[in-house]
């Protein structure tokens, strides 16, 4: 099993006294897991933090065997967000979901390309926390289990959509779920089009409805909860006045 892809780190951890071993998103090969090297040496460690692309030159004797791999890093990545603490903060909860989401040696092409858009976002302070929101979704759709965002449950109506239910994952109109709307999650409008705007508490709604997906139907089927790197961009989000 071996290819030369682009790749993002998703997290790397030190192995022996030298090495490292590396977990990749790949577009093609998915979630990847790769023996590094020289890894933990002063002179890689930049290009192997969270949100790095690199160029992989991966090998494995067969696709179920760890493999190793030579990196080559790809731009600046992560570097160009040091002034940004809650850009970086950002990262590092998008990385942490895309790896416990993602089964490993599985492709999932959609993944890495709302992975990427999520990463030229965090260069717009003003935008990321939405598309973020939009990466979450998007990995959910990529699992199979996508929301269904196009019209109302009950009535079928394209108009007036402002819920969501929690079981089924479908929209719900204003009308319709007003009997129920203490049990339905709300669906900020942004999320309908790119022409509807941010208001305030948006951000927030659209973290509470991914996270209630994403920890029903992706993290609690592997005994895990939501990674807590997600938690503190909430903490940090919130202390910012951005949700």
Not at 204 to 216: D, H, M, S, V
């Amino acid at each position: 099993m071996d290819f030369h892809e682009e790749a993002f780190v998703l997290s790397a951890r030190a192995h022996g006294d030298t090495g490292a071993v590396v977990d990749l998103l790949t577009e093609t090969h998915g979630r990847r897991g790769a023996y590094v090297a020289g890894g933990a040496s002063r002179k890689m460690r930049p290009f192997l933090q969270p949100g790095a692309r690199v160029v992989a030159d991966y090998r494995a004797r067969t696709a179920d065997h760890l493999g190793a791999a030579r990196l080559e890093p790809v731009g600046q990545g992560p570097s160009a967000l040091f002034d940004d603490p809650l850009a970086l903060t950002g990262l590092a909860a998008a990385a942490a979901v895309a790896q416990g989401a993602l089964p490993e040696r599985e492709p999932h092409p959609g993944a890495f390309l709302a992975f990427e858009a999520m990463m030229a976002a965090f260069a717009l302070p003003e935008v990321w926390p939405a598309v973020f929101v939009r990466f979450e979704l998007g990995l959910l759709d990529d699992l199979g289990f996508g929301l269904d965002l196009s019209s109302c449950a009950v009535t079928g109506s394209h108009d007036d959509l402002i819920w969501v239910s929690p079981r089924t994952g479908r929209a719900v109109s204003r009308e319709a779920g007003a009997p129920y709307a203490d049990k339905l999650l709300r669906l900020p409008p942004f999320l309908l089009g790119a022409q509807a705007g941010l208001a305030e508490g948006d951000v927030g709604a659209g973290l509470e409805l991914t996270g209630r997906f994403l920890e029903r139907l992706v993290f609690h089927g592997q005994n895990k909860p939501l990674p807590t790197a997600r938690d503190w961009m909430i903490d940090r989000l919130r202390e910012a006045g951005r949700l």
